[in-house]
């Protein structure tokens, strides 16, 4: 098992930057696609981007595409989500994820999910 615990999250202007984290504990991290994904109130869980276990391929979504870029940083057992240019409805909880095979944009695929943290972005 993994475990996921993601930080970073607060609120922000619009236009500014948040970089998130999602630390990994338990098996090797090295071993696990990362995704991350989003939940506003009333909406289903939102793909965001992910990331492969080689870090060498990623995929992201048309609404943030330009603006959010992931990363993976295996020596220290954390992947990034970095969020610029920052728009109100990308308030949401934000929530990492991890699978051993999977890295697509569907969440019922992913094995192990942090609790989320929270990112309000006021107009």
């Known amino acids: 098992q993994v475990q996921l615990v993601e930080s970073g999250g607060g609120l922000v202007q619009a236009g500014g930057s948040l970089r998130l984290s999602c630390a990994a504990s338990?098996?090797?991290?090295?071993?696990?696609?990362i995704g991350w994904f989003r939940q506003a109130p009333g909406e289903e869980r939102e793909f965001v981007t992910s990331?492969?276990?080689?870090?060498?391929?990623?995929y992201v979504a048309e609404s943030v595409k330009g603006r959010f870029t992931i990363s993976r940083d295996n020596a220290k057992n954390t992947a990034y989500l970095q969020m610029n240019t920052l728009l109100p409805e990308d308030t949401a909880v934000y929530y990492c994820?991890?699978?051993?095979?999977?890295?697509?944009?569907?969440?019922?695929?992913?094995?192990?999910w942090g609790r989320g943290t929270q990112v309000t972005v006021s107009s």
């Open positions: 994820a991890a699978d051993g095979n999977y890295w697509g944009r569907e969440p019922h695929n992913y094995d192990y």
């Open positions: 338990g098996r090797a991290f090295r071993d696990f696609a």
């Open positions: 990331i492969s276990v080689s870090g060498r391929s990623a």
